[in-house]
């Protein structure tokens, strides 16, 4: 059992450039998640998806776009890459957004912007 | 490894002996707690969970008791091993936040001496 697998585990990117970070779960969970973590600060909520269909901002949303293709897969774009956006990215996943379950984490991206 | 947790305070303890981790939470209103282990280079590891509707609850050698009163919380560990060494975080279940997400604390490194 996978749990949540991210893609890519590095990526060096220039300022300016694009890219897309793929995360996929399998536990039928209903509930999709993006976080970045910045050393010394918790958790940062970036975008959720409550529901298959449905997307939100988080807490640090600028810089960033999201996309639940469909239960299983939920990725992050970056459409014009800045140095700020340096970070570690991890994506989870939880039964529901109003369950009282724990989420479950991937291994993350590690994200360089020079 | 990552640069993750450059700043964050450090518990040592010897091998063997018991670790307490603390825990400060914001919000009076939360009403589920999460205790996350994570290892260098990987993701967010559950480790034990408790709802406001308790005051401890146990697992295999970790312990998590919930003060509502002053909003705090801590992780206990016995007989602390080498295995045990990673960086720890609580997070709580907020209902305003972000359409009832976590926030997560910063986290504590626990460093296990030989």
């Known amino acids: 059992n996978a749990g949540v697998t991210q893609t890519p585990k590095f990526q060096v990117l220039k300022t300016g450039q694009s890219m897309t970070l793929q995360c996929a779960q399998d536990?039928?969970?209903?509930?999709m998640y993006w976080y970045r973590q910045d050393p010394g600060m918790g958790l940062r909520l970036i975008y959720y998806?409550?529901?298959?269909?449905?997307?939100d901002k988080g807490e640090v949303p600028n810089g960033y776009n999201v996309s639940r293709l469909n239960k299983r897969e939920f990725s992050l774009r970056l459409e014009s890459a800045a140095p700020s956006q340096t970070s570690v990215y991890f994506c989870?996943?939880?039964?529901?957004?109003?369950?009282?379950?724990?989420?479950?984490f991937g291994d993350g991206t590690r994200l360089s912007i020079l | 490894g990552e640069s993750v947790g450059l700043h964050l305070p450090t518990l040592s303890v010897q091998e063997g002996d018991n670790s307490i981790i603390n825990c400060a939470y914001s919000n009076s209103a939360s009403d589920y707690f999460i205790w996350y282990k994570q290892e260098s280079g990987k993701g967010p590891q559950f480790i034990i969970d408790?709802?406001?509707?308790?005051d401890k609850r146990q697992g295999q050698r970790v312990t998590v008791l919930l003060n509502k009163t002053v909003k705090h919380l801590s992780l206990q560990i016995a007989a602390t091993q080498p295995g045990d060494s990673a960086v720890y975080f609580c997070a709580e279940n907020s209902p305003k936040n972000y359409g009832q997400n976590f926030v997560f604390g910063p986290g504590t490194r626990l460093s296990v001496l030989p």
């Open positions: 408790i709802r406001s509707n308790m």
């Open positions: 536990m039928n969970h209903n509930s």
């Open positions: 989870a996943s939880r039964i529901g957004q109003e369950s009282n379950q724990p989420q479950h």
């Open positions: 998806s409550a529901s298959e269909g449905t997307t």
